[in-house]
């Protein structure tokens, strides 16, 4: 019977999709494929909901401190880039 419910609780765990590499670079795609048109919401270029739905999946992991970014702080670096605040790196 635990053997069961071990393995119950192995499929149930949902998949984590992790990027590992520059926060901001993946952002910038991001941003971009959403100017673009490409990337879309429910059919919108809603960029908060579009970076916090995906970060519900894909875990994006800062090479340079191994942690994983949270979906405010990349709601932040949107925010930067696309009032021209943070700079190209």
């Not at 192995?10 to 910038?28: F, I, L, Q, S, W």
């Not at 942690?67 to 700079?87: A, D, F, Q």
């Amino acid at each position: 019977m635990i053997k069961q419910i071990r393995q119950t609780e192995k499929n149930d765990t949902p998949a984590r999709v992790e990027y590992y590499g520059n926060p901001k670079a993946v952002t910038r795609v991001l941003v971009k494929l959403i100017e673009q048109g490409k990337l879309r919401y429910n059919g919108e270029d809603n960029y908060s909901r579009i970076i916090r739905t995906l970060t519900a999946v894909v875990d994006v992991v800062n090479e340079s401190t191994g942690k994983i970014m949270s979906g405010e702080s990349l709601v932040s670096y949107v925010k930067w880039i696309r009032s021209g605040e943070l700079p190209e790196e």
